[in-house]
């Protein structure tokens, strides 16, 4: 169940930033404006996109660890049954 939130909470967050981005994209190609607020565009979808990593990579440590206490809790209560 734990790790299924996590996966189900990861691709909408994939979705939101994608979809961000691609708004800021779409910005860039529609609108006439200055050279400056185009970098500015392309630099915030650049940090979009490296929070967006990171927040990934955190998601896929917490699963990790959710399936190691998962593991070790089986573990355990298979050794117990084994010792009675």
């Known amino acids: 169940m734990i790790v299924n939130a996590s996966a189900i909470t990861e691709e909408a967050l994939i979705g939101v930033v994608g979809s961000m981005r691609d ?9 006439p404006i200055s050279v ?3 970098v500015v565009n392309e630099y915030i979808a650049i940090m979009l996109m490296i929070v967006m990593k990171i927040l990934i990579a955190i998601m896929i440590v917490i699963k990790i660890k959710f399936a190691i206490i998962i593991t070790i809790i089986t573990m355990k209560i298979k050794f117990a ?3 009675e």
């Open 23 to 31: 708004q800021i994209a779409v910005n860039l190609m529609n609108a």
């Open 81 to 83: 049954d084994l010792t």
């Open 36 to 38: 400056e607020s185009k």
